[in-house]
């Protein structure tokens, strides 16, 4: 390709003067002077859009670069009318004189040759049918700029609480019948060095769990006894070597419980043997539906095999016995082998699992984290050596300080070893005056290094699993924690210690909800309280555990009548619970845990001393309140007078400054107080001449409550207040009697009758349907009966049943309901022939 030529210089009709030569410096700063290409057309955008990406630059590009090139040049204030587009000629005819310093002041540019043409692609005509599928789920995690989340959204949270805890249930109820699986139990009791087997026989022994065979005769002669008295074992103390054990197979409490010696020994030897390789469960978090497709997508494709990613994965029971084999695996299955070992060797013990399922509640804790981007390339790549060349020099060696041999205790003529040669070198390296530069060495030679394991769940400070060991002595279950916590827990600061707290255990989603026990035989057991604070209920579990919710159960009129407790865990433990038939009976021990400790612990009310009350003991006391602590509708008696009067304690050490004093009332003055609406809905009304006890704001369930309360208050200026009085200040609303059989109606056309007392001397309710119907039919004045109201909308709905009519029309009226019942009937009947006719024929 030719050279790109300014085409300035084929204007000028002859060659300039010979310049002077230019340095390399000058050529250097020389500024590039390239010709902008033709103007482009339409057909070389369309060419370039077929070409593919590694091919050259479009012409719009082109345009855009050869803009910033001459605009650097000197050249950029001319117009572009002042030059023409030329194609230049393959060779150009020049004077021999001009050749040297035309080709200093060109420059070449290399220019890839163009790509050969795409094939044509044939482009689809027609209509394209394009098909939408509309995601129905919805998206549990939280979205973001919402005030708040909708009753659905709530239902929908709690109902996924319910499956996760009822699947985690599941999980671990079969985890436990692999920990009873008897191959698991004999591969790990043949780990069992022969140590820990006597340590095996001893707690057997002094737990009185088998009698030892009777002891041979010791053969006659001396005794070998030191000391004084030897052979007189009649003068002997009575724990020395001629004394006997009276009862064979009895339990030894010398040194505490047999049990905890050997779970000592236990957990120490478990806690070097097993390695933990993999990740264990843990509380993820609600994700959006996308990142929950990619991981789901994800675990298909891989089936699972990422652990870092998808946790670890136990194919059955083989792969169960599999990890008993190699004592690997994560931390969960540590603990689940663990209990496969005790039971193994004879030890009652159960398999507690710490559940930690999805959340009901709204807050940050509830979301998973953001999803990031893991780099798994980057843990292959070997690091960089350091190359010898940049290494640093080695330092001079420096002055080391004898250090004087240990002494022995033994003081003979052989202790003492005369100086070797190395003292003479100590001698010489302690003068300052002499430098010996250091001589090359050979680079001592280091084995290779294996790489270090990779640690898992680091974060997690608490255990998800762990271990109860029923000691056959006391008849305790003993919780015991090899891996994690590595403790024993023997008193309550040890077992309350498995319950999470702190800002990090918050930040790894640790909780407390739901911690169940999983016995041999298969049953589960719910042990929260004992591993709670202080043993109370609910603790930390707030929030995390669903609470027992009221019920209400209402009577045949559509009124609450009572209130039943729903404990939706309690139900499900149902199946899973020791004593709901007889292959599965209560033991001494759960009963004694019931009543001990699994037994929710009532709150302590410490006594305050006279003049030491704050403002949160009057908060919560039952015996005093303060004014200020009345709720809306609590009210003061008028003749209520103050026992004592408070001062806060900031204000007893104030000095100089009055103190100010706040009366102290009896609760016995606190009555409860209501709106005449309220009081007049319950079928009383305030009497005559009554003043209300309080005044409050009103409160407006309704959008044209409202709509008056704001034109009351812009056409007085002030708050609206509404009066609440006491039910000694109300009486029974009575009406007058009817007279000439006209019912009394209001201004809605209609009787209030929210209690049978409201009902008028000489009319009946008829609270039948169909009898506003039969009364128009009659001609009988009537009036439909409002029962109450239904709130929705911000509106106030009335609750129409049935009619109010004189006592004369009631039989007439009955008679009538009965017959337009009949007649209902009969034409239902018809119908239903007529259909059964229909689909015979």
Same mark, same amino acid.
């Given at each position: ?52 990406r590694s091919s050259t630059k479009t012409s719009l590009q082109q345009i855009d670069d050869s803009e910033d090139s001459s605009s650097t040049s000197s050249l950029t204030s001319l117009s572009s009318a002042d030059f023409e587009d030329v194609l230049l000629p393959q060779s150009k005819l020049s004077s021999p004189s001009d050749d040297d310093d035309d080709d200093e002041d060109i420059e070449f540019e290399d220019i890839p040759a163009p790509p ?39 239902k929908i949270r709690i109902a996924a609480h319910c499956v996760h805890v009822q699947l985690l249930l599941w999980h671990n109820a079969l985890r436990n019948a692999w920990a009873s699986d008897e191959e698991v139990k004999a591969v790990m009791i043949s780990h069992l060095p022969a140590r820990l087997w006597e340590e095996v026989e001893r707690w057997r022994r002094n737990s009185g769990l088998e009698i030892l065979p009777e002891e041979r005769p ?249 271990? &109860?060991?029923?000691? =056959?002595?006391?008849? @305790? ?6 891996? *994690?916590?590595? %403790? +024993? $827990?023997? !008193?309550?600061?040890?077992? &309350?210690?498995?319950? =999470?707290?702190?800002? @990090? ?6 909780? *407390?909800?739901? %911690? +169940? $026990?999983? !016995? ?54 149902n199946s899973y619970v020791r004593g709901r038939d007889n292959l599965h009976p209560l033991t001494e021990a759960d009963k004694h845990e019931d009543i001990t400790d699994l037994k929710p612990a009532e709150r302590e009310i410490k006594p305050v001393k006279e003049g030491e009350e704050t403002l949160q003991y009057y908060k919560q006391s039952k015996e005093f309140v303060l004014a200020r602590h009345l709720k809306r509708e609590e009210a003061l ?205």
């Open positions: 390709m030719p050279p790109y030529i300014p085409r300035k210089r084929l204007r000028s009709h002859s060659p300039p003067p010979a310049p002077e030569p230019k340095t390399k410096k000058q050529k250097s700063q020389q500024k590039k002077q390239i010709a902008p290409p033709r103007k482009p057309t339409l057909f070389d955008d369309l060419d370039a859009s077929s070409t593919p050969p043409p795409a094939a044509d692609v044939a482009i689809p005509t027609g209509d394209l049918d394009l098909t939408l599928v509309r995601d129905t789920r919805i998206n549990l995690a939280a979205a973001l700029g919402k005030k708040g989340p909708s009753k659905l959204e709530r010791l053969p006659k002669g001396k005794p070998a006894v030191n000391g004084k008295g030897r052979g007189n074992a009649a003068k002997g103390r009575e724990w020395g070597d001629a004394a006997k054990q009276l009862e064979k197979g009895a339990v030894d409490m010398s040194h505490g419980d047999p049990l905890f010696r050997l779970m000592k020994v236990l957990t120490a030897w478990w806690r070097q043997r097993f390695k933990i390789t993999a990740p264990g469960l843990r509380k993820q978090g609600y994700m959006s539906l996308e990142r929950l497709d990619r991981i789901t997508k994800a675990y298909k494709q891989q089936e699972g095999n990422d652990q870092d990613r998808f946790g670890e994965k136990i194919v059955g029971l083989e792969g169960f016995r599999k990890c008993a084999q190699e004592c690997t695996g994560s931390r969960d299955v540590g603990a689940q082998l663990f209990t496969a070992l005790l039971r193994g060797l004879g030890i009652e013990a159960r398999l507690v699992a710490s559940l930690q399922p999805l959340g009901f509640g709204w807050n940050k804790l509830e979301e998973a984290e953001p999803e990031k981007e893991e780099d798994y390339t980057s843990e292959d790549v070997p690091e960089k050596k350091t190359p010898a060349s940049v290494t640093k020099p080695t330092a001079p060696p420096s002055r080391k300080t004898p250090t004087k041999a240990p002494k022995s205790t033994r003081s003979t003529r052989h202790s003492q070893k005369p100086p070797g040669p190395s003292s003479d070198l100590e001698s010489l390296s302690d003068s300052d005056d002499l430098i010996i530069s250091p001589s090359p060495s050979p680079p001592p030679q280091t084995s290779p290094t294996k790489p270090k394991a990779k640690q898992h769940d680091t974060d997690l400070d608490y255990p998800h699993y762990w271990t &109860e060991a029923l000691s =056959p002595v006391a008849n @305790k279950y003993l919780p015991l924690d090899p891996l *994690v916590k590595n %403790i +024993i $827990a023997t !008193n309550r600061e040890l077992i &309350e210690s498995f319950e =999470p707290r702190g800002a @990090k255990a918050d930040k790894a989603r640790q909780v *407390v909800s739901y %911690i +169940i $026990a999983h !016995n041999p035989d298969g049953t589960a057991k719910d042990v929260t309280v004992r591993y709670l604070k202080r043993q109370q209920l609910p603790g930390r579990t707030k929030g995390n555990r669903l609470p027992p919710e009221k019920i209400p159960v209402y009577d045949r009129n559509g009124k609450v009548a009572r209130y039943e407790q729903y404990d939706w865990f309690k139900r499900v433990m008696l008028p003749t209520a007078k103050p026992v004592k009067m408070f001062i806060q304690s900031k204000n007893k050490k104030a000095a100089g400054k009055t103190v100010e004093e706040e009366p102290v009332y009896s609760r016995k003055d606190v009555v409860q107080v209501k709106s005449a609406e309220t009081w007049h809905k319950q079928g009383r009304a305030p009497k005559p001449g009554e003043q209300p006890l309080k005044r409050v704001p009103y409160r407006a369930a309704t959008t044209n409550r409202r709509r008056e309360i704001a034109e009351a208050e812009m056409a007085t200026g002030e708050k609206v207040l509404q009066g609440l009085y006491s039910y000694d200040q109300t009486d029974w609303i009575i009406p007058e009697p009817i007279q000439d059989g006209k019912i009394p109606k209001n201004e809605y056309g209609n009787i209030d009758l929210f209690v049978p007392t409201m009902c008028p001397e000489g009319a009946v309710h008829i609270p039948y349907r169909g009898a506003m119907r039969v009364a128009k039919r009659l001609g009988v004045d009537y009036a439909e009966a409002v029962v109450d109201f239904e709130f929705g909308h911000r509106m106030a709905v009335p609750v129409i049943q049935g009619v109010v009519v004189a006592e004369e029309y009631y039989d007439r009226m009955m008679e009538e309901l009965e017959k337009d019942e009949m007649e209902r009937k009969r034409k239902m009947y018809l119908r239903l022939s007529m259909v059964m006719w229909t689909i015979a024929w």
